[in-house]
């Protein structure tokens, strides 16, 4: 999912949650904000082989629902906007941006159904 889709979503939440959720449904991209800018201009479609090890990494520590309950501990509007983050990507995702929950505990994917 595009990050304006993410701005977007943050934007809703802050009347109930305040501007930390907005934060936090942010926040789990921008590892991808380099990439993104050098794609828009180039004007190319977006392409994960182009990610580094780093940014896919910290990509999928910021997708993790481990680090979205342990959030939730301290900050719950934060993980709250993390969670919704990561509920949308999850079904818009695919390939090396599957959504990994446990990472780095395992390298489960959820896998979004391709259409026909």
């Excluded at 993410?6 to 109930?16: A, D, F, K, N, W």
């Excluded at 934060?23 to 380099?34: F, K, Q, R, S, T």
């Amino acid at each position: 999912m595009h990050l304006k889709w993410h701005l977007l979503s943050g934007v809703i939440g802050i009347p109930q949650f305040g501007f930390i959720f907005f934060i936090g449904a942010v926040v789990p991209d921008l590892p991808l904000i380099y990439n993104e800018i050098k794609i828009r201009k180039a004007r190319k479609p977006f392409n994960s082989n182009t990610l580094s090890k780093v940014e896919l990494i910290i990509y999928r520590v910021f997708h993790s629902i481990l680090l979205t309950i342990v959030l939730w501990l301290f900050k719950p509007e934060l993980a709250g906007g993390i969670l919704l983050h990561i509920i949308l990507d999850a079904f818009t995702h695919s390939g090396k941006m599957a959504w990994q929950p446990l990472y780095p505990l395992s390298a489960f994917t959820f896998k979004r159904k391709n259409k026909k």
